[in-house]
């Protein structure tokens, strides 16, 4: 039987393809900075919450980052990462994907 009630077929087109491809995209983009942040990083950014990023936003209003608040994102996104490498995880997130994955 198909489904081919037009509410279904907008959510499937409108919400489920487009966020699966934001998801893959984000993986991909998260493989990339963790071997970034393990190869380089994570040597000279120390999880300390009295080392500030001295990148200059404050200016901007933009909030002031620690070593920490790094490291902590540095979790999150190992997290995240590990969640999509579970079995099967990357073909369910990629099959409804109708774009191929542009990352960076």
């Given at each position: 039987?198909?489904?081919?009630?037009?509410?279904?077929?907008?959510?499937?087109?409108?919400?489920?393809?487009?966020?699966?491809?934001?998801?893959?995209?984000?993986?991909?983009?998260?493989?990339?900075?963790?071997?970034?942040?393990?190869?380089?990083?994570?040597?000279?950014?120390?999880?300390?919450?009295?080392?500030?990023?001295?990148?200059?936003?404050?200016?901007?209003?933009?909030?002031?980052?620690?070593?920490?608040?790094?490291?902590?994102?540095i979790?999150?996104?190992?997290?995240?990462?590990?969640?999509?490498?579970?079995?099967?995880?990357?073909?369910?997130?990629?099959?409804?994907?109708?774009?191929?994955?542009v990352?960076?």
């Amino acid at each position: 039987m198909s489904i081919t009630n037009p509410m279904a077929v907008t959510y499937s087109n409108e919400i489920i393809r487009p966020m699966c491809e934001r998801f893959r995209n984000i993986k991909a983009e998260i493989d990339a900075a963790l071997v970034t942040w393990g190869n380089v990083i994570d040597a000279i950014c120390p999880d300390d919450p009295g080392e500030i990023l001295e990148d200059g936003r404050a200016v901007d209003g933009v909030s002031i980052l620690s070593g920490e608040d790094i490291n902590k994102v540095i979790v999150k996104f190992t997290q995240y990462q590990s969640a999509l490498d579970q079995a099967g995880a990357a073909n369910t997130i990629s099959k409804p994907c109708v774009r191929p994955l542009v990352v960076g």
